[in-house]
């Protein structure tokens, strides 16, 4: 791991649909306060964000958001479609487990006006609410950061869990 990387558990309150939740991230981050924001569940890919942690130095962000699930379709599809959406270009795609249901977590690339930003994502469906997890970084710096990744969607945990409609996958 990183050695300059201080991690510590933080806890978040819930913003919306019982959403508190606790992950291990970079003491060092700043957490920023979100402001009232108007619920637009009617467009399908809005998302409410839940927490944003940025890192004190750089361009690098956590955020955490969620949303209604969908009422059709696959974890894989509902991930697909708001990859898309954000012309969000995927590297590597799998399943995996997170807050103890099946996620859809993997890499994506997204250009931008400093160069190109990796993104890596994970959702999952909890109690009918979609979660989508991400942390972005510059190219340059995304590997920096790749640690902090792993360790906060481990140690990821729902203050409210409901449980998945889909299987988790094999451990």
């Known amino acids: 791991m990183n050695p300059n990387l201080k991690l510590a558990p933080r806890t978040f309150a819930a913003r919306i649909a019982d959403l508190g939740f606790t992950a291990q991230l970079p003491a060092d981050w700043t957490s920023h306060e979100l402001p009232p924001q108007e619920l637009e569940f009617n467009n399908p890919t809005f998302f409410l964000p839940l927490a944003i942690i940025a890192a004190p130095h750089a361009a690098i962000v956590f955020v955490f958001a969620a949303r209604p699930a969908h009422d059709d379709g696959t974890l894989h599809d ?3 479609y708001h ?3 954000n012309n969000l270009q995927p590297r590597a795609v799998g399943t995996s487990q997170i807050a103890g249901v099946a996620a859809v977590t993997g890499e994506a690339l997204q250009q931008s ?4 930003v990796v993104v890596r994502f994970a959702f999952f469906e909890d109690g009918g609410r979609l979660v989508n ?3 972005a970084a510059p190219e340059l710096f995304a590997d920096s950061v790749r640690d902090a990744w792993f360790e906060m969607i481990k140690s990821f945990t729902l203050a409210t869990p409901k449980g998945s409609r889909f299987a988790s996958p094999a451990q």
């Open 78 to 80: 509902w991930a697909m």
């Open 133 to 135: 997890l991400s942390l």
């Open 113 to 116: 006006e400093l160069g190109p």
């Open 83 to 85: 990859l898309q959406h």
